[in-house]
């Protein structure tokens, strides 16, 4: 008995060694033959041996200029720069979060960037969302929701629907438009996109009072709550890591993002009284629905206000 114990105690710790050697040697892609090839985390330089986690994070400095929306992160003021740097360290320990946000980017980046080209509104803003929510439709613990992590009641002076059967905090490019329109008039008030983003967080009026206490009108000059002093970091890190995702070791293929599938809006003007039935009825499934709508909160619609009728996504089937 105390023999076999041994032999496995043995073999679970050679292993463990196998796993450790394979996770901190790299992992496995296929290069364009479909053959499977090592893709190891390698120094900033490109050209030294794989390392280990540890001796990588050691490696990687933080990079010499920052900016969100054109806006420079003074670097050169050490308070900052530390600041920065540990958004940027947390980050790089999250590796698997990271290359979510890479493949999930492949879902809604296509959307934001068409809208933002349409507003003529800065690219940089789409990592805004990527802070707040992960590219997740999140609930946070103050039941903030969606891709832009709107309350309620700032979602409805938005001009989203927010009640028992529809949120619309939950639709993907109404609560974009909202989100980027809310930014919009920050920047107006404070003509500063990084205090945009800082007004998006603690709210537009909350950053107005702090700057008027503080005799300040400049995002890094300010003394603020933890979650918003930390903010624009978060986002800008994002940034910087989604951007040159290839320099810190994340290399994905055009099939690895995620995608929005192929779809068709039906507009519908009448009362839902079964969801299900009235998937199956338009050549779809209950769960299809929800996926493409998840602004649809119950199993049933009531009759739409005049003039605003539902427009619900479904599935585009190849004929």
């Known amino acids: 008995m105390i023999k076999n114990l041994n032999m496995i105690r043995i073999t679970a710790s050679l292993l463990f060694f196998l796993l450790c050697h394979i996770s901190c040697s790299g992992r496995e892609s296929q290069n364009e033959n479909g053959r499977l090839e090592s893709i190891s985390i390698r120094k900033t330089d490109r050209t030294a041996k794989p390392i280990n986690h540890f001796e990588y994070i050691s490696s990687v400095e933080l990079p010499a200029e920052l900016d969100f929306c ?3 992160v003074p670097l050169e003021i050490p308070e900052v720069r530390e600041r920065a740097e540990r958004e940027f360290y947390l980050l790089l320990q999250q590796p698997g979060q990271i290359m979510l946000y890479l493949k999930r980017s492949g879902r809604y980046f296509p959307m934001y960037e068409r809208i933002l080209k349409e507003t003529g509104l800065p690219d940089d803003l789409k990592y805004l969302s990527v802070a707040e929510s992960a590219l997740y439709m999140a609930r946070s613990s103050k039941n903030a929701i969606g891709l832009w992590q709107f309350m309620a009641r700032t979602a409805k002076v938005m001009g989203l629907r927010v009640d028992g059967l529809v949120d619309e905090r939950r639709h993907p490019e109404k609560s974009t438009r909202a989100a980027l329109k809310y930014l919009e008039q920050g920047y ?6 990084i205090l945009a983003a800082g007004g998006y967080n603690m709210g ?5 009072k702090s700057m008027k206490r503080q005799s300040g009108d400049d995002y890094f000059d300010l003394f603020l709550n933890s979650e918003t002093s930390r903010f624009v970091f978060r986002i800008v890190m994002i ?4 951007k040159d995702a290839e320099k810190y070791g994340f290399v994905l293929g055009n099939k690895d993002y995620y995608r929005m599938p192929k779809n068709k809006i039906i507009t519908v003007s009448k009362a839902i009284k079964n969801l299900s039935d009235w998937a199956r009825s338009v050549g779809t499934t209950y769960k299809d629905v929800k996926l493409l709508n998840p602004w649809i909160l119950k199993r049933s619609l009531k009759k ?6 539902y427009e619900i996504a479904i599935p585009e089937y190849p004929e």
Do not use: C, Q, V, Y
């Open 304 to 309: 739409p206000k005049r003039g605003r009728p």
């Open 70 to 72: 054109g806006e420079r």
């Open 239 to 242: 940034k910087e890591l989604m």
């Open 188 to 193: 107006k008030e404070h003509g500063s996109w």
């Open 204 to 208: 537009h009026t909350n950053i107005i």
